[in-house]
């Protein structure tokens, strides 16, 4: 039974930074992926960052073009957003599945299991 809560949302002009953080509890094994997904209203839920616990092997969409980070510390998954776009405005989700071989992609949202209530980031012009 995994818990994910996420944190740091909020507003920003654009070009400014922000950083989520989700806390994880529940996980008896150790080898999972986390990711962050985003969903805006009209769009579809998309992956911005995935990491392999335990390693430095990371992945992102073109879309954000190297302004996001993801990393993983002190039981906390974070995602560091830079340079922020109008664009980047949505609900930010937090999620996990213990999975290695995710056919479709690490950034695919049917292959994670479990997800956290979201966090709005919206960045105004």
């Known amino acids: 039974q995994v818990q994910l809560v996420e944190s740091g949302g909020g507003s920003v002009q654009a070009g400014g930074s922000l950083t989520l953080s989700c806390a994880a509890s529940?996980?008896?094994?150790?080898?999972?992926?986390m990711a962050w997904f985003r969903q805006a209203p009209g769009k579809e839920r998309e992956g911005v960052a995935a990491?392999?616990?335990?390693?430095?092997r990371t992945y992102y969409p073109g879309s954000v073009k190297g302004r996001f980070t993801i990393s993983h510390a002190n039981n906390t998954l974070r995602l560091q957003m830079s340079s922020l776009k109008p664009e980047d405005t949505a609900m930010y989700y937090c999620a996990a599945d213990r999975r290695v071989n995710m056919v479709g992609g690490v950034l695919t949202p049917d292959n994670y299991d479990h997800w956290g209530q979201g966090t709005q980031v919206t960045v105004s012009s």
């Open positions: 990491i392999y616990i335990g390693s430095p």
């Open positions: 529940g996980y008896t094994v150790s080898n999972y992926w």
